[in-house]
């Protein structure tokens, strides 16, 4: 116990307060803004060309993805309750979707995340552009095709802070904005 206090404390301590001076000049600016239909993500090129409407840059980036829409986003969360009970049963690895922890709110935020590296990529994994194994919404894989819309909202976040640090960062930012806005799906980075 020692050890922790001598030397832990203190950097955790020191830690927090950069993050403190860093939160007092971090920008966040919305970089993409654009609602779709789900007709319009059934396949991979038309994923394609709706990840290709975002803005990517370097910067890290936090998004959100909604259905604000109340009938829709409920009719969509019973086609997963559905698809889940089958789902459930397959085996990990091997048949089973890997789909982001279903939280049961009725929030019209379906998904809240944040990517360092690329978000079309991450984007495209949400409408179900990616393998099973792959964390994410998976949308287009279990929504039985039916019609809704929602909004994909991305914010490049602004910071000089050290790179060793910037991921840890972006995540209190995250887990911050994911405590207030409860998505239906997904959980706090890094927990």
């Known amino acids: 116990m020692e050890i922790i206090h001598k030397e832990l404390i203190p950097e955790i301590s020191d830690r927090l307060m950069l993050f403190s001076q860093k939160l007092l000049d971090v920008q966040i600016q919305c970089t993409s803004d654009f609602v779709i239909n789900s007709a319009n993500y059934r396949n991979n090129e038309s994923i394609k060309e709706i990840t290709n409407q975002i803005v990517a840059g370097k910067e890290p980036i936090i ?7 109340e009938d829709e986003r409920y009719s969509l969360i019973n086609k997963y309750r559905d698809f889940q009970k089958g789902n459930s049963t397959e085996v990990a690895g091997s048949n089973r979707l890997n789909v982001a922890r279903f939280n049961d709110t ?5 998904y809240l995340g944040s990517t360092i590296n690329n978000i079309r990529s991450r984007i495209s994994q949400h409408l179900g552009n990616c393998n099973s194994k792959t964390y994410s919404l998976h949308l287009s894989k279990w929504d039985m095709g039916i019609n809704y819309t929602i909004r994909i909202q991305t914010f490049k976040i602004l910071t000089d802070i050290d790179t060793k640090y910037k991921r840890k960062f ?3 930012i995250e887990q911050e904005l994911w405590d207030k806005a409860k998505p239906v799906f997904g959980k706090q980075s890094g927990l």
């Open 63 to 69: 998004y959100i993805i909604s259905c604000e829409n």
């Open 106 to 110: 009725e929030e019209p935020i379906l």
């Open 170 to 172: 972006i995540e209190m």
